[in-house]
């Protein structure tokens, strides 16, 4: 039984260290993803990442987050805000299914959706800075569980933070 043992595992071990070979295209960024990355990203005609930051941390708590986590050093905020989540379609729907005899459905109930901010110099003699800032949200229902995890793809919330941040950083500049 024993020889059994060690040669079954001998065999995975073989198995295992076999290399296969990586997809051609495996490492290059489809039109998608340059297209998303585009929208979470603008650059900035300032070298002063701190004054960005300031800025970006006074937007963010102006559009209702909490900062979680900042360090200027590395040039990354994050923040988080926690919203209801429960749709009226979902719940006239578990409503119906419980009427006619399902039991009880869960239904989304609340969310967190949180904001990272990472910030990094253009060139060293170019005088920008370039801000990203992406969304995501987590969804749990009513028996606690997470029913979605996902990027927020809006271009209109990514617009909106943009508009926020220029005018922030501007009032910032002119030290309003």
């Known amino acids: 039984m024993k020889k059994l043992l060690s040669l079954f595992l001998i065999g995975?071990?073989?198995?295992?260290?076999?290399?296969?070979?990586?997809?051609?295209?495996?490492?290059?960024?489809?039109?998608?993803?340059?297209?998303?990355?585009?929208?979470?990203?603008?650059?900035?005609?300032?070298?002063?990442?701190?004054?960005?930051?300031?800025?970006?941390?006074?937007?963010?708590?102006d559009m209702g987050f909490n900062l979680n986590e900042s360090e200027s050093k590395l040039g990354v905020i994050s923040a988080s805000k926690k919203r209801s989540a429960v749709d009226a379609g979902q719940q006239a729907m578990a409503v119906f299914i419980a009427l006619f005899g399902g039991g009880a459905t869960p239904t989304d109930k609340d969310?967190?959706?949180?904001?990272?901010?990472?910030?990094?110099?253009l060139g060293e003699n170019a005088g920008y800075t370039?801000?990203?800032?992406?969304?995501?949200?987590m969804v749990w229902n009513t028996h606690g569980q997470v029913t979605k995890a996902e990027c927020i793809d809006d271009e209109e919330i990514y617009q909106g933070f943009f508009d926020k941040l220029s005018k922030s950083i501007f009032l910032e500049a002119q030290e309003i």
């Open 130 to 137: 370039a801000v990203r800032v992406t969304f995501q949200r």
């Open 12 to 61: 995975v071990f073989f198995v295992s260290g076999c290399q296969s070979t990586l997809p051609k295209d495996a490492l290059v960024m489809s039109n998608e993803s340059l297209a998303t990355r585009q929208q979470q990203t603008r650059k900035y005609e300032t070298k002063n990442e701190g004054e960005i930051l300031s800025a970006v941390a006074a937007v963010l708590q």
């Open 111 to 121: 969310q967190t959706i949180r904001a990272s901010v990472v910030t990094r110099p």
